[in-house]
């Protein structure tokens, strides 16, 4: 596969360990930002013929979704991860999705067909393009005339409780790393699309309780899985007092439906002139 010099290192993480570990908790990933799908669908307003893209797609259940939506037209998922894409094939194959299917390329440069998509949509998927404005003019290219662009994408670091708790927790006294993520800027991510050549460039706070695991043995285990690499170079006790922070503080988050933190997105929707 061919990927854009800025996304080799995306590729390697993705089509790597990364990806097979979110193909093994695929079904976790979704459950975490469940909260987020009718707000996120109601937003993209899927109609029964429209032809979808869903960019950085992983396992594929967005892309399900939206095939579902657009019952008489169709879902292409695109993404690095070979192994999440295989997940996504399977699933739409048992769960019975013929209009759905699924790329390995990186959306940056890949030669989509000119105005193909009536709709394009990102689940917290376009955040780790290594050059943000190609990537959004190759899929503004690709978007037809009066087409839509729908993104979830993370709001700074100091609203998302969950983000902030574990990097805190993960650095075990050393320097906590406080740089936001990419498109978490109102203004940046206006500024980006309308360059790109998008217009009515609107981001729309949301706020919703993200899911970690149904109790605290449940969500240590996958937070560790996900996160404990970051302990890999610390001593025993450290590594140790580091997991029993993490449970106290899950312990402090737990509901009658599960552990729960603060997350907060922007809904970002612009439409191709």
């Known amino acids: 596969m061919r990927v854009d010099p800025s996304n080799e290192r995306m590729l390697k993480a993705w089509d790597g360990d990364d990806g097979a570990l979110w193909a093994?908790?695929?079904?976790?990933?979704?459950?975490?930002?469940?909260?987020?799908?009718?707000?996120?669908f109601a937003a993209a307003g899927i109609?029964?013929?429209?032809?979808?893209?869903?960019?950085?797609?992983?396992?594929?259940?967005?892309?399900?979704?939206?095939?579902?939506?657009?019952?008489?037209?169709?879902?292409?998922?695109?993404?690095?991860s070979g192994e999440m894409l295989a997940l996504a094939r399977r699933l739409a194959g048992e769960?019975?999705?013929?209009?759905?299917?699924?790329?390995?390329?990186?959306?940056?440069?890949?030669?989509?067909?000119e105005a193909r998509f009536d709709v394009v949509i990102s689940r917290h998927g376009s955040m780790f393009f290594g050059t943000p404005l190609a990537a959004f003019s190759n899929l503004a290219r690709a978007t037809r005339p009066g087409g839509r662009l729908v993104l979830l994408t993370w709001q700074p670091l100091r609203l998302n409780e969950w983000i902030t708790t574990f990097r805190t927790i993960f650095a075990a006294g050393r320097e906590v790393p406080s740089s936001d993520l990419a498109l978490s800027d109102p203004a940046e991510i206006e500024r980006l699309?309308?360059?790109?050549?998008?217009?009515?460039?609107?981001?729309?706070?949301?706020?919703?309780?993200?899911?970690f695991g149904q109790d605290v043995d449940d969500a240590a285990e996958f937070i560790v899985e996900q996160h404990g690499g970051r302990l890999s170079d610390l001593d025993g006790a450290t590594r140790a007092a580091a997991v029993a922070a993490l449970r106290a503080d899950l312990a402090e988050h737990q509901t009658d439906r599960g552990v729960f933190?603060?997350?907060a997105a922007w809904l970002v929707e612009a439409r191709r002139p």
Not at 53 to 76: E, H, I, K, Y
């Open 95 to 113: 769960e019975g999705v013929p209009n759905v299917s699924f790329a390995q390329v990186d959306a940056q440069i890949h030669p989509f067909a």
């Open 24 to 40: 093994k908790r695929a079904q976790r990933f979704n459950d975490g930002v469940a909260a987020y799908r009718d707000t996120f």
């Open 47 to 80: 109609r029964p013929t429209d032809n979808v893209l869903d960019v950085g797609c992983g396992a594929g259940q967005t892309t399900r979704d939206a095939a579902r939506f657009a019952g008489r037209g169709s879902a292409l998922g695109v993404d690095l």
């Open 193 to 211: 699309l309308v360059s790109a050549g998008y217009s009515e460039v609107r981001c729309t706070a949301v706020d919703k309780p993200m899911y």
């Open 261 to 263: 933190y603060g997350s």
